[in-house]
């Protein structure tokens, strides 16, 4: 699929964690201290929203259970071994871009 636009910088506020779908797929969108990247948006543990969770540090809390994900790894951090999808974040001309496998 390679480059997706999925944002504005502008939308992806400072420690905030945002949802974008594509197609029928969402992805959580972090921003820690303005380093952007995102993540898988369904949560390893029974399928929660990542991308409509909150910020804690360089975490991002589940909504259902809070869990928490590694915002650059997606790792766990309490059982680093369990681990989301990361994936690798463009940001180019004021716009934020996935970079999807084909
Ligand atoms: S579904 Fe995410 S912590 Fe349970």
Same mark, same amino acid.
Not at 2 to 15: I, Q, T
């Given at each position: 699929?390679?480059? @997706? ?12 964690? &945002? ?11 972090? &921003? ?21 969770? !909150? ?14 994900? &590694? ?12 681990? @989301?999808? !990361? ?11 996935? &970079?999807?496998?084909?």
């Amino acid at each position: 699929m390679g480059l @997706v636009k999925v944002a504005s910088v502008s939308e992806v506020k400072a420690d905030s964690v &945002n949802e974008v779908m594509v197609g029928d797929t969402p992805y959580a969108i972090c &921003n820690v201290g303005g380093n952007i990247t995102a993540l898988y948006g369904i949560c390893p543990h029974r399928g929660g929203p990542l991308g409509q969770g !909150t910020l804690h540090g360089q975490f991002v809390v589940c909504p259902w259970h809070a869990w928490e994900w &590694n915002c650059a790894t997606g790792e766990n951090d309490m059982d680093p071994s369990q681990k @989301v999808a !990361t994936c690798e974040v463009k940001v180019e001309g004021g716009d934020v871009f996935l &970079n999807l496998p084909a």
